[in-house]
């Protein structure tokens, strides 16, 4: 198993750009979770899918973020237009439905806004 | 809802000495509990979890946590620090029932000094 595939590594973008980052999951895990991490506020949950649905936005900050999953293999967390505030790593993590089981991260994506 | 707090943002050892590392919740219902590891530039790694069952629970890497109601704590430990055990490390809650996410604490660097 591969784990849970994000690309890209780095990014480096100027503000105003459109950035999107993407997520392979496990094969067979039917949950899926966008986190960011900056020092100061830590892992924050943006937005959670179970079996290609959204469940709970509550955390995307802001209309400039939006995030699909259209089928069980891909997901993509979209920034437009991006602003130097958004710089962080972005980590995706997928389970299957217990919750009990845990999450399985990807490497993150680095994403400098300048 | 659920809360998670480390109290610690930053612990030092020496190689050999007890490591403890703690983590206090908050939840309306029984939770699910877990500790992730993160190495420099990497993504969560997950050491250990609590579900339901025996409150000491072996994780990878040494460590064990223990899991007190009373005291709504899941500190981790590790009774012989080693420098690769320099990392951060996260505690973490979900509660058991559907449509709920994992929710992180601020995070813990554990530094280890020879």
């Known amino acids: 198993d591969a784990g849970v595939i994000q690309s890209p590594r780095h990014e480096v973008t100027e503000m105003g750009q459109e950035v999107t980052l993407r997520c392979k999951p496990i094969?067979?895990?039917?949950?899926l979770f966008w986190y960011r991490q900056t020092m100061m506020r830590g892992l924050e949950l943006l937005i959670y899918?179970?079996?290609?649905?959204?469940?709970?936005d509550s955390g995307m900050p802001e209309d400039r973020f939006s995030a699909k999953m259209p089928n069980a293999s891909f997901s993509t967390l979209k920034i437009q237009p991006s602003e130097p505030r958004d710089s962080a790593v972005y980590f995706c993590a997928s389970s299957s439905n217990s919750g009990g089981y845990g999450y399985t991260f990807g490497s993150g994506t680095r994403l400098t806004v300048v | 809802a659920q809360s998670v707090t480390q109290l610690g943002s930053h612990v030092s050892v020496s190689e050999g000495a007890l490591v403890l590392l703690r983590c206090n919740y908050s939840s309306s219902v029984p939770p699910y509990l877990f500790w992730y590891v993160q190495y420099p530039n990497q993504g969560l790694q997950l050491l250990l979890k609590y579900t339901t069952g025996a409150t000491l629970v072996k994780g990878i890497n040494g460590f064990e946590a223990e899991f007190k109601k009373s005291e709504t704590s899941f500190h981790l430990t590790k009774p012989s620090a080693h420098m690769s055990d320099a990392a951060e490390y996260f505690c973490?809650?979900?509660?058991?029932?559907?449509?709920?996410?994992?929710?992180f604490g601020k995070g813990t660097t554990l530094s280890v000094s020879s």
């Open positions: 094969s067979g895990h039917n949950s």
């Open positions: 973490a809650v979900i509660l058991n029932q559907a449509g709920t996410a994992l929710i």
């Open positions: 899918f179970n079996n290609n649905v959204p469940i709970d």
